[in-house]
């Protein structure tokens, strides 16, 4: 690890002094809290990013497989948006009204997850915040439900963990405004009984959830599993709310379509504008009834719900030109591939050096664990976790010129990247395990 950071920070003198510099404006040098997290001893500061790949100011070349976790997911700058936004961005950037560009995503999400109605935020945060407000409000229930160890954004409710089988507020929650604990119950992945005893109150509005988690390392569902959920959920009255955020690698309906699930809520951000802000959600026509029903006309912009860029002209012509032009069902049949490709080189490393690890694939997503077999919840997913290990890994991977995932070992495929950019991150893959063995 030592001659690792040597030899990044060696490697790396411009963006050194742009870290020394940034620490005089920015909080920790970065503008945004996460950055420090990254392996090195400063995170490399960009210069371009086009595709698959990415410059830093240094000049060094990477392959990018973090693809601003799934931010990028349709690749660095693809030419269909960029000719949108620049199209758009000379005819009105935000006005608080329609235009038909909103009308075309609507019925484009329509198409591709089943849900007949849909609105707008800017961030996949906030379209689960106000998916959740909405389900308490139809539902005139207080409690939500999450999957221990589960991401869903900066979402109060969603910062709860299990404790020895308590539900407590996530390490490092930061200034939580009330114990996640009033609003939130919180149950393992895969576990019905659990989630059939936490519902049965009939005190839970609705239940968020990622359809595979995404965010400990990839945790698949049962046989069985989503069915008996939904069968539950609606037993109990309470709605189903599907986070596709990062299951949508799954395919271009994400999971959904993918498995043919039947939730109430959908929420799909990140890559829908091919970076630029903006995120959707959608909901049934027995929901759409339900939230009209409670409506109030003169108070509907102070509700909670909304924002005043949400649903802005560029946003939507950028969603328009990513859903129609970039995420298309061909690049899926090019990325999905890759990841293939991809698990089989880390797997092959992992058997050839006998390292007790694993790797998982979701659609053009992948991802190695520290933990001979794929976890079944989220606690296994956790316990797996090895923070000085996962920091050399993506350290090694990063000084010859890959990108991963950070906080986890996750590769992400986008529609430009190919064998080679794949190829090379099995050598040195397998390089690194190699030198980890040895020095063991
Ligand atoms: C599953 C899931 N939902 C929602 C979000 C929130 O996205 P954003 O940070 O863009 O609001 C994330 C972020 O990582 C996520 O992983």
């Known amino acids: 690890m030592e001659r690792e950071q040597q030899r990044f920070i060696h490697e790396h003198p411009k963006s050194q002094a742009l870290f020394e510099r940034a620490g005089k404006s920015l909080l920790g040098g970065v503008p945004m809290n996460w950055m420090v ?9 960009v210069r371009e990013a086009q595709g698959a790949h990415f410059y830093d100011v240094d000049g060094h070349r990477y392959v990018d497989l973090c693809l601003g976790d799934t931010g990028a997911m349709t690749g660095h700058s693809p ?110 992945f895969n576990d019905l009984p659990g989630l ?36 539950l959920t609606l037993k109990y009255g309470t709605l189903l709310i599907i986070d596709e955020t990062h299951t949508i690698c799954a ?24 970076g630029v802000p903006g995120a959707a959600y959608g909901f049934t026509v027995e929901v759409a009834k339900r939230i009209v029903d409670q409506q109030s006309l003169e108070d509907c912009d102070v509700g909670g ?13 950028a969603m328009r030109a990513t859903l129609t032009k970039v995420l298309t069902k061909e690049a899926f049949d090019r990325m999905i591939p890759m990841a293939e490709r991809w698990t089989a080189g880390v797997e092959k490393a992992i058997s050839e050096f006998g390292v007790p690890w694993n790797v998982t694939r979701l659609g053009c997503r992948a991802e190695y664990l520290f933990s001979p077999q794929p976890p079944k919840n989220g606690t296994e997913a956790h316990d797996a976790m090895d923070f000085e290990l996962e920091r050399f890994m993506h350290l ?42 040895v020095q063991a």
């Not at 395919?251 to 091919?274: C, H, M, Q, S, W």
Request: net charge negative; with cysteine; hydrophobic share 40%.
């Open 79 to 188: 030419s269909a948006t960029v000719q949108a936004i620049e199209e758009q961005a000379r005819r009105g950037i935000t006005l608080m009204l329609p235009g038909e560009d909103a009308i075309f995503v609507g019925e484009e999400l329509q198409t591709r997850f089943g849900l007949q109605y849909w609105q707008f935020a800017l961030t996949a945060t906030d379209a689960n915040r106000f998916s959740i407000r909405l389900a308490r409000q139809i539902t005139g229930r207080p409690k939500i439900l999450v999957f221990n160890w589960c991401y869903h954004g900066t979402v109060d409710e969603t910062f709860i963990t299990l404790k020895d089988g308590v539900a407590r507020a996530r390490q490092g929650n930061i200034g939580p405004p009330v114990d996640p604990a009033v609003t939130t119950k919180v149950v393992e």
């Open 396 to 437: 090694y991977a990063m000084n010859r010129g890959i990108l991963l995932t950070p906080f986890h070992n996750m590769a992400l495929m986008s529609p430009q990247t190919d064998a080679s950019d794949i190829d090379q991150h099995t050598r040195v893959f397998r390089e690194a395990v190699q030198e980890l063995v």
């Open 305 to 317: 719900i909304g924002g005043t860029l949400a649903g802005n002209a560029l946003s939507l012509a």
């Open 251 to 274: 395919g271009p309906g994400g999971y959904t379509r993918a498995e043919n699930l039947d939730p109430d809520f959908l929420v799909f951000g990140k890559p829908i504008a091919g």
């Open 196 to 231: 059939e005893q936490a519902l049965a109150p009939r005190d839970v509005a609705c239940v968020l959830a990622e359809p595979a988690l995404t965010n400990v390392g990839i945790v698949h569902p049962e046989a069985g599993y989503h069915k008996a959920m939904r069968e």
């Open 37 to 45: 997290k990254w392996a090195g001893a400063f995170p490399p500061f």
